[in-house]
């Protein structure tokens, strides 16, 4: 088994897209695997204190709500090495290479924090400082892992052998989870909206979503079926199996959402009971997240240490 790292960044509130694509998926490889809140990562944009604290609580223990309980869990920001060498690799990094980052030249404007420039360089140290041997990743970040590479190739040429560089893996394409309400687009936490599920939603708001989600106008015998010109009503079934459920003996739509909203229900109301449960005991989560971000030190600090060493410091 080789080490897993995967970060989620607080950008919002974690929905079922997130639940079957990322959660379920850390809960089934535990072993050696360092799963962090990356709190730094939603300082790149304006932001709330307050919202940035509770979606960080919020997340952490959904992470532990999941079961999450033999992994490593953290906050990114109460591991300082990840800004200690985020700053080592900047020294490596030139603004011309962070300057044709796609996802900084989409967002930028002249008032774009300078964290969001940095940020592919602080998504490098979160990776290096764990010496990951692979790093699975989608398109959207594929180029922020390039980047890593990059930087850590330079770093061992230039200042001497300090960090493994990881290959790069493009994962086998889960479920994805659609818009309810777009449903060409995916459900994400940082665009919510009636189409999205949020992980706590109490059982009226998931069946309001499902009711109003798009279908289309067809009423045929085989109206329910997977189509790439019905995207709704192939969302709808993806949903319906991802939580458990099966369309046998379902031919309208009406009788759909009723399965895919039970379905829904029935996956998120264990996960709710057990999250209600940790957060109404703050000081076990906390203690959780202490002992790991411990261990995330003592992983991490002698690969600060080299590097810092081998600059000079
Ligand atoms: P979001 O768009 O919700 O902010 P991110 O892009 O930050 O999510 O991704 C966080 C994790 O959740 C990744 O592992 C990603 O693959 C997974 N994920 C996000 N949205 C979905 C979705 N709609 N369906 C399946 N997996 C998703
Ligand atoms: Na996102």
């Known amino acids: 088994m080789t080490r897993t790292l995967s970060l989620l960044t607080p950008s919002g509130r974690l929905t079922l897209g997130n639940l079957v694509g990322a959660l379920q998926p850390m809960a089934q490889r535990q072993e050696d695997a360092f799963y962090g809140v990356s709190d730094l990562h939603a300082m790149t944009t304006e932001h709330s204190p307050a919202e940035l604290a509770e979606r960080t609580r919020e997340i952490a223990t959904l992470l532990l709500a999941v079961g999450l309980d033999r992994a490593t869990l953290f906050r990114q920001s109460r591991v300082p090495t990840h800004t200690g060498l985020a700053y080592l690799l900047e020294c490596t990094a030139t603004t011309g290479e962070l300057g044709r980052m796609v996802q900084f030249k989409e967002k930028s404007t002249p008032s774009t924090r300078a964290s969001l420039f940095t940020y592919p360089v602080l998504m490098a140290a979160d990776i290096l400082l764990y010496r990951p041997a692979v790093v699975p990743v989608g398109d959207d970040q594929r180029q922020h892992v390039e980047l890593t590479r990059d930087l850590a190739l330079r770093f061992n040429r230039r200042y001497g052998e300090v960090f493994t560089v990881p290959e790069i893996a493009t994962p086998a394409v889960g479920a994805r989870v659609m818009d309810l309400a777009e449903p060409t687009r995916k459900m994400s936490k940082s665009r919510p909206g009636s189409g999205v599920i949020g992980l706590l939603d109490p ?87 202490a002992a790991g971000e411990e261990r995330c030190r003592q992983v991490t600090e002698p690969v600060l240490a080299a590097a810092s060493r081998a600059m000079g410091l």
């Open 203 to 289: 059982p009226d708001v998931v069946r309001r979503a499902v009711s109003r989600a798009v279908t289309d106008s067809d009423v045929g015998p085989d109206a329910v079926r997977r189509s790439p010109d019905k995207p709704g009503v192939t969302n709808l079934l993806d949903v319906l199996e991802s939580c458990g459920g099966s369309a046998a003996g379902v031919t309208t739509y009406g009788a759909l959402k009723r399965a895919v909203t039970d379905a829904v229900v029935a996956t998120l109301e264990p996960l709710q009971d057990r999250y209600r449960e940790l957060a109404a005991d703050p000081s076990y989560v906390e203690t959780v997240l």
